[in-house]
């Protein structure tokens, strides 16, 4: 059974970083490699795309995490990670990661960031 499983988010003070992780089982990886991105939701809005990975390795971000922000990933550990960066409040939300391939789309649980001081 395909499985996604997120985790590395957590409290953390404005301006400063976190790195969350997302492990999909090798049924989504292989043997297409998926579009990769993650969404985040805060409390009372909707969900939105943060970043995303094509299998051609192009990258895009929302422009409110451009320069702060990057999504990359680890083939070999069928990993996909996002680094954050001088952190604001606004980045308080719900991250979640979705694996996606033959139109099929496999979301995470959703891991919690709190930047709050």
């Known amino acids: 059974q395909a499985q996604v499983v997120e985790s590395g988010g957590g409290l953390v003070q404005p301006g400063g970083s976190l790195l969350l992780s997302c492990v999909a089982s090798?049924?989504?990886?292989?043997?297409?490699?998926?579009?990769m991105q993650w969404y985040r939701q805060a409390p009372g809005k909707q969900r939105d795309l943060v970043a995303g990975?094509?299998?051609?390795?192009?990258?895009t971000y929302a422009d409110s995490v451009k320069g702060r922000f990057t999504i990359s990933r680890d083939n070999a550990k069928n990993t996909v990670y996002l680094q954050m960066n001088s952190l604001k409040p606004d980045d308080t939300a719900v991250y979640y990661c979705?694996?996606?391939?033959?139109?099929?789309?496999?979301w995470g649980q959703g891991t919690q960031v709190t930047v709050s001081s």
């Open positions: 979705k694996f996606q391939r033959f139109g099929v789309s496999y």
């Open positions: 990975i094509a299998s051609d390795g192009i990258t």
């Open positions: 090798s049924s989504i990886f292989r043997p297409v490699m998926p579009l």
